[in-house]
């Protein structure tokens, strides 16, 4: 079964903008939610990204990713979503820009 692997990258200041990284990962068919938060995200704002999370032992099909920057009170400061087909182990990276 497939593995998900999320890599951000953003030109967003760690712990100036954002404090935390948040992927949601929704399941169209079945409407099952898989969650990851990463607090150490100060590569993030680097040129190589920040791996964030994988999902591992996933179904074959097509997903929504949504991947938000949260303040230090887990407010979104900026989000990003996506369609993901998932046949195979997959590296998606999720840039988040101004």
């Given at each position: 079964?497939?593995?998900?692997?999320?890599?951000?990258?953003?030109?967003?200041?760690?712990l100036?903008?954002?404090?935390?990284?948040e992927?949601?990962?929704?399941?169209?068919?079945?409407?099952?939610?898989?969650?990851?938060?990463?607090?150490?995200?100060?590569?993030?704002?680097?040129?190589?990204?920040?791996?964030?999370?994988?999902?591992?032992?996933?179904?074959?099909?097509?997903?929504?990713?949504?991947?938000?920057?949260?303040?230090?009170?887990?407010r979104?400061?900026?989000?990003?979503?996506?369609?993901?087909?998932?046949?195979?182990?997959?590296?998606?990276?999720?840039?988040?820009?101004?």
């Amino acid at each position: 079964m497939p593995r998900l692997t999320i890599d951000v990258v953003t030109d967003y200041r760690y712990l100036t903008e954002f404090a935390h990284i948040e992927a949601v990962l929704y399941d169209n068919e079945s409407k099952q939610t898989y969650t990851s938060l990463s607090s150490s995200a100060a590569d993030a704002a680097e040129t190589g990204g920040h791996r964030m999370s994988e999902f591992p032992n996933l179904a074959r099909k097509s997903y929504t990713l949504l991947v938000r920057l949260l303040d230090t009170h887990f407010r979104t400061v900026k989000g990003k979503r996506t369609i993901i087909s998932l046949a195979n182990d997959r590296v998606t990276r999720v840039s988040i820009r101004r």
